[in-house]
């Protein structure tokens, strides 16, 4: 005797299924509603990087006239000035602007696509299972 859904249990599914369907249909609405918007927002924000990034690179290029602008009046002291107190502490000055830490930001923004569902659909999987087994 094969093993086989009822009536019951065939009405059943369909009904699972058609609320699948619907729920499937409704979550890729609503998928292609955030990727719209997200590509949206993400626009001002890529551009706010790109701008803070710049300003960056112009903190950068001033820290390294500074340290070079340093080196260059502390190489040209006398080495008993460049050994003592004034020396040490004008080096320690340049160290610390030399090791300051500005550096460029990244951000990690949704992917350019946005979010996509997977083929994956539990639908046509439910009903796609035999009704009866095979004897």
Request: hydrophobic share 40%; net charge negative.
């Amino acid at each position: 005797m094969p093993f086989k859904l009822t009536k019951q249990d065939l009405a059943r599914r369909a009904a699972i299924i058609s609320d699948l369907r619907e729920a499937y249909t409704t979550l890729e609405a609503a998928v292609a509603e955030y990727n719209e918007k997200i590509a949206a927002l993400a626009e001002p924000v890529t551009q706010a990087l790109a701008d803070y990034n710049e300003a960056v690179a112009a903190a950068q290029g001033f820290r390294e006239d500074i340290v070079s602008q340093a080196d260059e009046d502390i190489s040209s002291k006398s080495e008993k000035w460049q050994e003592g107190e004034k020396g040490s502490a004008a080096s320690e000055w340049k160290d610390e602007w030399e090791s300051a830490d500005i550096e460029e930001l990244s951000l990690d923004l949704p992917a350019e696509d946005g979010i996509s569902l997977d083929d994956a659909d539990a639908a046509d999987t439910l009903e796609g299972l035999a009704e009866e087994s095979a004897s």
